[in-house]
């Protein structure tokens, strides 16, 4: 798989023998959102593409004032890759953004980020790359329902996979009865593992627009999936999250149902992970291999997990970015917050994967979760690790024990640290503990995120009563 096109003369030329009417120019907001502007094919040539498509930044959220609104777009035609869902024949380009104020890339574009964090790497001397495989989990249901207004707010999702389901009526007239079951789902073969020719059609789409994939299997919860696909460098393991979630979700979409990528729909069964697997290379070598040591772990691989771990209260900002993302980060679920490493445990937040050789040895950070912006959170991950590297931090660790059945007492005996249990406490820690993002985020970048974040999840949130709440406390 890999590159459709390698130069702007490349990109036309594909262009033509694949008869392309529409070019797609997307580009990710801080929330990790995809937009996009689209151009016919005929109005777009070589001196455009390279200086930049004008759109108005003003429209998207926490980025620029209205009287500051004209911004590029600046187009990386090496990402280029023919839209698999379109009527017409239509060609998507990844897009930088670039800040026609201050004449640089724009500070707020998450790309932009990224790829400064990549240039910070190189100029510490540790590495020359970095890669990252993320590992995004999904829902697929059937239907949806939300309602949110002044005195009534509820959701309903619904599955035929799901238990809820036992008693239900269908068309057909038939009820299967073969369903996972709550934390059931994990590897189940057919019929109870219903999404298997909807998973293969997302493979085979994915394949189509240069994404490798491999591992495909049923999830532990119900109605829940997981497509691996192959790691990348930084840049191009994010642009590969955002063509995974597209994928996911019209191909879902066009099967009448709807995909979800939330942390936490189904209270009391496992929720959505972005377990993020992560080395640092120099020259060709993978700099977190030294054989006989602790899972192979090298003493830079040891305190770059020292420095996630150490700043993860605020990594979480960007990693778990929605109040969601703390109703999945509670033991017992798959999704650790007890903030040491071990080798295999799935329940350390840092997990140094089984069978690690010069090629493969890596660190395994299992509390994101896929409402992060996949650049954001791969760079704010790469920062603390390199923080890690050059203050020689040594992380808690290591421990091979379940985690998960110690109690609360018992973890702060043994002096291990926890994520912070909502978004309002790593939005705090961002504020207060980010000297470590300095290198590559700005001031005014980071202080527009903490308020975005603040002004539409945390306040939000917080001042809505819940379902649990009038049962809980209606009748006091």
């Known amino acids: 798989m890999g590159k459709f096109v390698n130069s702007i003369e490349e990109f036309f030329k594909y262009c033509k023998e694949n008869e392309v ?65 379109t009527a017409d024949p239509t060609i998507i380009v990844i897009c930088d953004v670039y800040d026609i104020y201050k004449n640089k890339m724009y500070e707020k574009c998450p790309r932009s980020i990224a790829k400064k964090t990549l240039t910070y790497l190189n100029d510490t001397g540790f590495g020359d790359e970095a ?28 599955s035929e996979e799901g238990e809820w389901s036992d008693d239900s009526s269908y068309s057909d007239g038939f009820n299967t009865g073969y369903r996972p079951r709550t934390k059931g789902g ?29 591992v495909v299997h049923h999830e532990v919860a119900q109605a829940q999936g997981e497509i691996g696909i192959k790691f990348g460098t930084l840049v191009e393991a994010a642009d590969n999250v955002q063509k995974y979630k597209y994928v996911v979700k019209m191909v879902a979409h066009l099967n009448g149902k709807t995909a979800t990528f939330m942390p936490k729909p189904l209270y009391g069964d496992n929720g959505n992970g972005m ?5 640092i290379w120099k020259e060709g070598k993978n700099m977190f291999y030294k054989k006989g040591e602790y899972g192979n772990l090298s003493d830079m691989a040891r305190y770059y997990i020292g420095g996630i771990l150490k700043h993860a209260r605020t990594v979480a900002a960007f990693t778990n970015p929605s109040t969601n993302s703390y109703k999945r980060l509670i033991p017992g679920f798959e999704a650790p917050s007890i903030l040491t490493y071990s080798s295999q445990n799935r329940s350390a937040s840092c997990r140094i994967p089984y ?3 010069e090629k493969s040895t890596r660190a395994e950070i299992r509390f994101p979760d896929s409402t992060a912006c996949p650049y954001l959170a791969f760079a704010t991950l790469l920062l603390a690790g390199l923080d890690g590297v050059k203050n020689k931090i040594e992380p808690i660790g290591p421990m091979d024990e379940d985690l998960f059945v110690m109690t609360l007492e018992e973890i702060r005996e043994k002096g291990i640290r926890q994520m912070p249990h909502t978004l309002r406490g790593s939005l705090e820690s961002l504020i207060r503990y980010n000297d470590f993002l300095k290198p590559v985020m700005t001031d005014e970048f980071i202080k527009i995120y903490q308020n975005y974040k603040f002004k539409t999840q945390v306040l939000p949130d917080e001042s809505r009563p819940t379902a649990f709440e009038f049962k809980s406390t209606y009748s006091c």
């Not at 377990?275 to 080395?279: D, Q, R």
């Open 21 to 85: 009417e529409f070019v797609d120019f997307r580009f990710t907001d801080i929330k990790g959102i995809w937009h996009h502007l689209t151009y016919t094919l005929h109005a777009i040539d070589k001196e455009i593409v390279k200086k930049g498509i004008p759109f108005d930044g003003s429209s998207i959220d926490a980025w620029q004032p209205i009287n500051k609104s004209d911004m590029l777009l600046k187009p990386e035609v090496e990402s280029a890759f023919l839209d698999p869902f």
């Open 186 to 214: 994990y590897l189940p073969c057919q019929p109870t593992d219903s999404m298997v020719d909807l998973r293969a059609e997302m493979v085979q789409v994915m394949e189509q627009i240069g994404l490798e994939t491999f």
């Open 131 to 158: 890669y990252f495989g993320p590992e995004n989990e999904f829902f697929v249901f059937d239907d949806v329902k939300i309602k949110d207004n002044i005195n009534c707010s509820f959701y309903k999702v619904e």
């Open 355 to 357: 069978g690690g050789d």
């Open 275 to 279: 377990h993020v697997h992560m080395s």
